[in-house]
């Protein structure tokens, strides 16, 4: 009798054992099964009690803000859609490749939530933004803010430079416009108005705000000779078309600190073109590569000293596949991951 074909099993597929059910923890899992609500399934710390007890290096938080926009609403679903961005590890494996690290083996990182907004309080929204911000920079983390719009840097840069005080803070500003206006249909607070209040109001010398990815058509010539007054410098697409991105970028840093010492990064993702990063309230044609901003960002934390970053206008609304919000969660990756390497 002849023998007949083997038979079909996949019994040795999986590196299967005993006591399945417990065999991966929670942050081992992938990021949409054991979800709780924070970046990277972090662990949670609201309260100053619970930041003062973690002793974290950097903590995130979240500005579910978007009032002030002059264009496509949605941002305020940001934070939410930059904490569920699809990664392909666990929190406990994270690898960076670019920088040969394990970001979460040798900093603490913790989510300390959102600043407790309410919709069509303005004022009250800015306010406890910076309140949130303040905290957890006075119990030692450096906070990285998830936006919202733009207008959510005003009160997170004052926040910080507050807790920093004497020392000065230097502001590097990645974005497609200059967001310098005098005003918006009557509105000073508005997203386009956040970095004239910062200078207006001393948190931040003109001279080293600088400004990266500038293009387009607004804002206009006058606003430009104001800036011009207070010494601001900035460094337009074309220059990064002419230069490249990391000539221009170490210049950015050298300026910023020329005088202060410590950086505060503000991102807004309108900065990268729109076919990489569409799900923005103000797209503009021209603008960075994903990859130049994400070694932007590198070159900047580990060569600076950071003491607060933002991310702000992603708009999930208009996201096609989660690209931008991918793209801004890396952003505070490529932070973090930055901020480990530099321990080694």
């Known amino acids: 009798m002849t023998e007949g074909p083997p038979d079909f099993r996949i019994d040795h597929s999986e590196l299967a054992h005993d006591g399945e059910f417990d065999e991966f923890a929670p942050e081992d899992l992938p990021y949409y099964s054991d979800w709780h609500g924070s970046f990277e399934k972090l662990p949670w710390a ?4 619970a930041l003062a007890e973690a002793d974290a290096d950097v903590a995130i938080v979240g500005a579910p803000f978007d009032e002030g926009v002059s264009s496509r609403p949605g941002a305020r679903f940001g934070p939410r859609a930059i904490r569920m961005a699809p ?13 040969q690290d ?5 900093l603490t990182v913790v989510d300390a939530g959102d600043a407790p907004i309410v919709p069509t309080r303005f004022a009250r929204a800015l306010r406890v933004i910076h309140e949130k911000v303040y905290r957890v920079a006075r ?25 920093v005080w004497p020392r000065k803070v230097g502001v590097v500003h990645f974005d497609a416009h200059a967001d310098t206006g005098a005003e918006q249909w009557g509105n000073l607070y508005a997203h386009g108005e956040p970095m004239r209040r910062l200078i207006e109001e001393g948190w931040i010398e003109g001279r080293n705000f600088i400004q990266v990815g500038l293009r387009g058509y607004w804002p206009d010539r006058a606003t430009f000779d104001w800036m011009r007054a207070k010494g601001m410098r900035w460094h337009a697409m074309t220059e990064i078309e002419e230069r490249g991105s990391e000539a221009v970028i170490a210049d950015a840093i050298v300026e910023a600190l020329d005088g202060p010492e410590v950086i505060y990064l ?5 900065v990268v073109d729109p076919g990489m990063a569409p799900a923005t309230g103000t797209p503009e044609s021209g603008g960075m590569l994903a990859r130049e901003l994400l070694r932007a960002v590198r070159q900047i934390v580990s060569q600076c000293e950071l003491v607060g970053m933002d991310v702000v206008e ?24 930055a901020l480990a390497a530099k321990r080694r």
């Not at 394990?102 to 040798?106: F, I, L, S, W």
Request: charged share 15%; no cysteine; aromatic share 8%.
């Open 266 to 270: 503000s991102v807004d993702i309108d």
């Open 102 to 106: 394990e970001p979460y083996a040798k």
């Open 314 to 337: 992603v708009a999930p609304p208009y996201d096609h596949a989660e690209i931008t919000a991918i793209l801004a969660h890396r952003t505070v990756m490529e932070a973090i991951s």
């Open 46 to 49: 609201f309260t100053d009690e």
């Open 139 to 163: 119990a030692g983390p450096i906070p990285i803010v998830l936006g919202g719009d733009h207008s959510i840097t005003y009160p997170s840069v004052a926040a910080v430079a507050r807790h």
């Open 87 to 99: 990664t392909a590890w666990g929190t406990a494996d994270a690898w960076s490749i670019q920088l």
